[in-house]
């Protein structure tokens, strides 16, 4: 018979161990790669990569620009303080002490005055100075040295008071019918303040002035002598009326077909008594 010989397989961690020696063989004869490390010249190459060309003329505004800053604080010896106050070279005392002094004033409308005796400017007398209304208050006793007028004022949605003057209005600026700035303590009257003006109105004023004439009218010498009398002697010659004890008109209403000279005359009309020109749409008369 012949004899077998059984061969014996190889043990598997010997077949692993040696591709890693071959592995290890390699690494030990590549060299190590040393890490060069940038200089200031190639920092400054690759910061120039993302910048505009104007960068470099405005990072030297900015230093210059907070060198001056910083100079002009050291001139005026001013520190920056967390309270948020401005310098003192931007200080206003006078004007700051005026404002504290000074009171928030309330609108009010003189609508009558009593002179001493009881008697209103329209030579009304009323029993013991009283001017009867609701919600209106008594004036005290005129005499002694007490000569002063008094004046019922209207306060919007509060009262009618009788009240005097401020120390710093004369009697000779308040008239009745004037809207006047009362305080809100014992309301008496401060300042005379101007009408009131509608902003719709002073939209539709005509800032040029009209350089119209009479001259410029023709075919209407009848009317336009008419429309001198009743328009222009109030506005120019107003004693005439007060002399003759009679209220003058207080306008005309010209009318026709387009053409005939109306805005034509009124703007002759506004030249000569030096007043202002309203132009005004009929469709916003009909809105009002």
């Given at each position: 018979m012949?004899n077998?010989k059984e061969?014996?397989?190889p043990?598997?961690?010997?077949a692993a161990?040696r591709?890693k020696?071959?592995k290890d063989?390699?690494?030990e004869?590549?060299?190590?790669k040393?890490?060069i490390?940038?200089?200031?010249?190639?920092?400054?190459?690759?910061?120039?990569?993302g910048?505009?060309?104007?960068a470099?003329?405005?990072?030297?505004?900015d230093?210059d620009?907070?060198s001056?800053t910083e100079?002009i604080?050291k001139?005026?010896?001013?520190?920056?303080?967390d309270?948020g106050?401005?310098?003192p070279s931007?200080?206003?005392?006078?004007a700051d002490?005026?404002?504290?002094?000074?009171?928030?004033?309330?609108?009010?409308?003189?609508?009558?005055?009593?002179?001493?005796g009881g008697?209103?400017?329209?030579?009304?007398?009323?029993?013991?100075?009283?001017?009867?209304?609701?919600g209106?208050?008594?004036?005290?006793?005129?005499?002694?040295d007490?000569?002063e007028p008094?004046y019922?004022?209207?306060?919007k949605?509060i009262?009618?008071?009788?009240?005097?003057?401020?120390?710093?209005?004369?009697?000779?600026d308040?008239?009745e019918?004037?809207?006047?700035?009362?305080?809100?303590?014992?309301?008496k009257?401060q300042?005379?303040?101007p009408?009131k003006?509608?902003?719709?109105?002073?939209?539709?004023?005509?800032?040029?002035?009209?350089?119209?004439t009479?001259?410029?009218?023709?075919?209407?010498?009848?009317?336009?002598?008419?429309l001198?009398?009743?328009?222009?002697l109030?506005l120019?010659?107003p004693e005439?009326?007060l002399?003759?004890?009679?209220?003058?008109?207080?306008?005309?209403?010209?009318?026709?077909?387009p053409?005939t000279?109306?805005?034509?005359?009124?703007r002759a009309?506004a030249?000569?008594t030096?007043?202002?020109f309203?132009?005004v749409?009929?469709?916003?008369?009909v809105?009002?």
């Open positions: 012949a077998h061969t014996e397989p043990h598997a961690p010997e161990e591709p020696a071959k063989a390699a690494h004869d590549e060299e190590p040393k890490t490390p940038l200089d200031d010249a190639d920092i400054n190459i690759l910061k120039s990569y910048l505009s060309p104007y470099f003329a405005i990072k030297r505004l230093t620009i907070k001056l100079k604080t001139l005026c010896g001013v520190r920056e303080s309270t106050l401005c310098q931007q200080w206003d005392l006078a002490k005026q404002l504290m002094q000074e009171q928030p004033l309330q609108v009010a409308r003189c609508t009558k005055i009593i002179y001493p008697q209103t400017r329209g030579g009304e007398n009323g029993e013991n100075g009283e001017s009867g209304g609701a209106t208050t008594a004036p005290p006793p005129f005499g002694g007490d000569e008094k019922i004022i209207n306060v949605q009262a009618k008071f009788v009240v005097g003057l401020g120390e710093k209005v004369a009697a000779m308040i008239e019918g004037m809207r006047v700035g009362v305080d809100r303590n014992k309301y009257i300042i005379p303040l009408p003006i509608d902003p719709t109105v002073t939209m539709m004023t005509v800032e040029e002035k009209p350089d119209v009479y001259n410029d009218v023709g075919g209407a010498k009848e009317q336009l002598e008419k001198r009398e009743v328009l222009e109030p120019l010659h005439r009326f002399s003759l004890g009679i209220d003058p008109p207080k306008g005309v209403l010209l009318y026709g077909p053409g000279g109306k805005t034509l005359t009124a009309v030249n000569r030096d007043a202002c309203i132009c749409i009929g469709s916003e008369l809105q009002k």
